[in-house]
Nanobody, 124 residues
Framework: VQLQASGGGLVQAGGSLRLSCAAS????????IAWFRQAPGKQREFVAG???????DYADSVSGRFTISRHNAYNSLYLQMDSLKSEDTAVYYC???????????????????WGQGTQVTVSS
């Protein structure tokens, strides 16, 4: 099982980045997929997620600026991040939760698989 996150980098405030997560080793269609992030000195937090049925959920802090999507044919998850702020600086992780659920869990303990993370740095 592998979740490979990529697309992070350094961007100025107000800019955009698109993160990708490539999955392998499990039946991608059967899993809800989410992005979490962890800033220095802070706990890991839920950012956005999408169920097997396509229902999305966003943290209040990113709603309206970030867009999550999944492409089951390519076993991939994406996070389009626009209007980035310095407080978005963190390591971003993708995670997979087994089960065809109608709602997304926000607790990291509920996720079965994790990627290695990709660094996003937003300069002000």
């Amino acid at each position: 099982v592998q979740l490979q996150a990529s697309g992070g980098g350094l961007v100025q405030a107000g800019g955009s980045l698109r993160l990708s997560c490539a999955a392998s080793g499990f039946t991608f269609d059967d899993y809800a997929i989410a992005w979490f992030r962890q800033a220095p000195g802070k706990q890991r937090e839920f950012v956005a997620g999408v169920t097997t049925g396509g229902t999305t959920d966003y943290a209040d802090s990113v709603s309206g600026r970030f867009t999550i999507s999944r492409h089951n044919a390519y076993n991939s998850l994406y996070l389009q991040m626009d209007s980035l702020k310095s407080e978005d600086t963190a390591v971003y992780y993708c995670a997979a939760d087994r089960g065809r659920k109608t709602s997304l869990p926000r607790g990291q303990s509920q996720y079965d698989y994790w990627g290695q993370g990709t660094q996003v740095t937003v300069s002000s």
